[in-house]
């Protein structure tokens, strides 16, 4: 379900092979009948995926579009080797196949988004992509559609047009500093910090993670969303 197309707002630099500025929010697994998503660590949550309009993720990726739905993010596949840290934790296969399948779609109406099934399943805001990249009014939309049962992360914590993103998603952060400056900025952060390298004091374990013995699921859980009031801090590299 196509939900919204339209301009990316990343006010940075634009790779010329690119075509236009223009991402699209699909939402899929939001019907049982058509199936529902089998991500064993966030449950058969809805996903919604923040994707280049005009070519396709691996196109994206190769050409430097994905900044248009990932911003300047150090996990992207063409910067992370430089920026010495993992790669982004989304096998592309999953959105590439979500992009083919919605390319001729159009933008249905508000009145018919998914409102029965959604406050059950919930919704992962952000499968692929930054929610921070969405118009206001769709995030907010999708949060009282799902009756506040989204989990979403952002990595733009950073600008401050985006504050009113602190009542849906959590601050992704890659070090102990990151966690600092999102807590005085008023975030909640999640932290994926280094392979092996033991929790901060004070710190919560992701309870949906391998580490935590996979003791729940996102869908149950609920702590990675803005409304919580919970520090949550996540996952090893090798998981987020």
């Not at 379900?1 to 301009?7: A, N, P, R, S, T």
């Not at 940075?12 to 939402?27: F, H, K, Q, S």
């Amino acid at each position: 379900m196509l939900l919204w197309e339209g301009k990316s707002s990343w006010r940075g630099a634009v790779p010329e092979a690119m075509p236009d500025r223009n991402i699209r929010a699909i939402l899929t697994g939001y019907d049982p009948q058509q199936g529902l998503s089998s991500n064993s660590k966030t449950g058969p949550m809805a996903q919604l995926w923040i994707l280049v309009s005009s070519v396709n993720p691996y196109e994206s990726i190769d050409r430097g579009g994905d900044v248009l739905v990932c911003g300047s993010c150090e996990r992207r596949p063409g910067t992370c080797k430089d920026a010495g840290c993992a790669r982004c934790y989304v096998r592309m296969r999953a959105p590439n196949q979500t992009w083919q399948a919605h390319k001729q779609s159009s933008v249905v109406s508000r009145r018919d988004w998914p409102a029965f099934w959604l406050p059950r399943l919930g919704v992962r805001a952000g499968a692929y992509g930054d929610p921070g990249f969405l118009p206001r009014w769709l995030v907010e939309g999708l949060a009282k559609t799902s009756q506040g049962n989204m989990t979403s992360y952002t990595q733009r914590w950073r600008v401050r047009s985006l504050d009113w993103l602190k009542a849906f998603s959590m601050a992704s952060c890659r070090t102990e500093a990151e966690v600092d400056q999102a807590l005085a900025l008023g975030w909640r952060p999640f932290y994926s910090r280094p392979v092996g390298e033991p929790l901060p004091k004070g710190c919560v374990q992701c309870p949906a993670a391998v580490e935590a013995g996979k003791m729940t699921t996102c869908q149950r859980c609920q702590w990675c969303n803005g409304h919580s009031g919970r520090r949550a801090f996540g996952v090893s590299d090798e998981e987020h």
